[in-house]
Every structure is written in C-alpha cells, then in structure tokens.
C-alpha cells in the first residue's frame, strides 16, 4: 500500500520500524526487498550495526533530515512502519534530555557486567524510584540509560520526563491500517512467521551473533523473532515452543499497535485490510486528498 501511495504522489518512504535501522537483520525485521527499494526510495534501511545504540531521538534526527532531504527534491516524504513510540515523538515531540554520554555508558557497562543487573537496578530504585518500578530488572539498556542521565545531571530521568516536549517542525496525515478480525489478524501473523523461519530466521540471528559478538543482553536480541530465535539458538527452548512464542510475542505486540491506534485522533483515513473494500481505490482517494497539500508530511 504505501509502495503504491508513494508511486501516486511523488513519495519516498521513511522506514518507522526499530528493528529496520540495523544492518544484516533483513528477514527478521522483513525489510523491504531491494525491488521495493528500487521501486521506490527508502530512508533509514541499514543505518546502525547491530552492536551499536539506537534511541528514540536518534530517529527522529534521521527522519527530519530525511523528510528535509525529500522535500528538497519536491517530494512527499512518508512515514511507514509499526514502531509507535517513534511516532509518537514525531506527533509529540521530544524532551530535551542531555544526549548519550559513549564513555559514561562504557563504564555502565562495565558496571552491569561485573555487578549484575539486579544490582544497578537496585541503585535505581534508589536514585529514581519512579523510573525503576516502571523498568523491569533486566532491562540493562533502559536501566544504563536512566543511570546515565542521573550521573550526568544529578536529575532523576523521571523528572526530566515531566517537561514539557520539544516539539518537532512537522504536519503529519495519519492513514491507519486497522484490522477488525482477530482471528484472520493472528493467522495472517502465523503464516508471515512461517515464512520469515522457513526463509532462515533462526540462521540469520545466528549470523548476526557471531559476527557482532553479540551477548544475550544485546538490544536487538530483544526484538519480536530475534529475541525467541535466540533462546532456541542458546539451547533455552526447543523449535517447537521457539514457534510459539514468538506467534505469542507477535500477537501482543499487534494488541499493542493497535491500542496506540485506536487513541489516534482525526486521522485522514482509515482502513480495515480485512473488510473487503476497494484498497486500491482508498489509496486513490487518499493521495487525491493529499494533492491538494503542499509541503505536508505523512505517515
């Protein structure tokens, strides 16, 4: 759909999905194929190696260049994906918190390695109680952060995330994919899964482990497909429950896409994929709604 969006009004495609940015992580994150990629540009493929750090404020830095970069080239810059908490920063904006610190998070690591999680967490609980109890114990990415931002400023993260946001020099259009039948949704989710192991989900995390010397802990080992893929890789579950799970975790992460979609408000169109309406005929009726645009942006 948004291939063919972006074919009708002159677009180009900025990738809105985590999982994407990461290099070598392609069937996993079922990024795009390179005929989608030559049929259309596409911005934020294959921007970070899998061993290296990726925020929220990363992103929206990247995006704005590339919707900037797009719009000088009298296109429409669309943003397509699934990650809402990256669209959520572009309708919201951002807090202005102090950037990542390479040699302070080194030395958190460290930490984390020779103390344990349990215990930086702890430290937490007490430097930002409010910030901890909403963390799980093992979320050494979060947990680092949020000690990094007290040690850094003396200011709890918590605190930090009161202020008021920056907001972000966009006009956004909202065009919601929204399917009505559970049931068909989760089969649909079983057969892509099947079709991303039987493509060799399992051998590319593998591949990526080893290349990058990945530890369990890894942020990328906790995305849907990469995160069940790597149990089984480490002998924690067999194929069968390795299956299942990451339907299960699919599933979840669909109810929670669709919650952030339903708080949405006045979206320019919505779509239930499911419904047995004319797609192509809504995308024609969207980019004749958004031809009489000029300098928007879109989602």
């Given amino acids: 759909m948004a291939l063919t969006l972006a074919q009708k009004i002159n677009g180009e495609i900025v990738s809105v999905y985590a999982g994407a940015v990461y290099r070598d992580m392609n069937i996993g994150s079922a990024k795009p194929s390179p005929a989608a990629q030559r049929m259309t540009p596409h911005h934020l493929l294959d921007v970070r190696n899998p061993d290296e750090s990726f925020n929220v404020g990363d992103f929206c830095r990247l995006a704005l260049a590339a919707a900037d970069d797009i719009r000088k080239r009298a296109k429409a810059p669309l943003f397509v994906g699934g990650t809402m908490m990256y669209y959520k920063a572009l309708r919201e904006g951002l807090h202005d918190l102090p950037p990542a610190s390479p040699p302070m998070r080194a030395a958190l690591n460290e930490e984390i390695k020779n103390r344990g999680l349990p215990a930086m967490h702890a430290e937490l609980m007490q430097l930002d109680e409010n910030t901890a109890k909403i963390l799980q114990a093992n979320d050494g990415r979060r ?24 907001l972000l020099p966009l006009r ?35 591949s ?21 893929a790597a149990a089984f890789l480490r002998g924690e579950t067999d194929e069968m429950t390795m299956r299942k799970n990451a339907e299960y975790a699919t599933c979840q992460l669909a109810k929670r896409q669709l919650s952030w979609l339903r708080a949405w408000s006045q979206p320019l169109l919505t779509i239930d994929p499911f419904s047995g ?11 004749s709604v958004l031809a009489k645009n000029h300098g928007f942006d879109m989602i």
């Fill in 172 to 206: 956004l259009h909202a065009v919601l994919l929204m399917p009505s039948d559970r049931r068909l949704l989760r089969a649909r989710i079983g057969e892509r899964l099947n079709g991303m192991f039987a493509d060799g989900l399992v051998e590319e995390t593998d």
């Fill in 143 to 166: 947990i680092g952060r949020a000690l990094e931002v007290f040690r850094i400023t003396g200011k709890p993260l918590s605190l930090w995330l009161k202020e008021k946001r920056r």
């Fill in 277 to 287: 309406a004319d797609i192509e005929q809504n995308i024609l009726n969207t980019a």
């Fill in 208 to 228: 990526v482990i080893r290349r990058f010397q990945l530890p369990p802990t890894a942020h990328v080992l906790r995305l849907v497909g990469y995160k069940q």
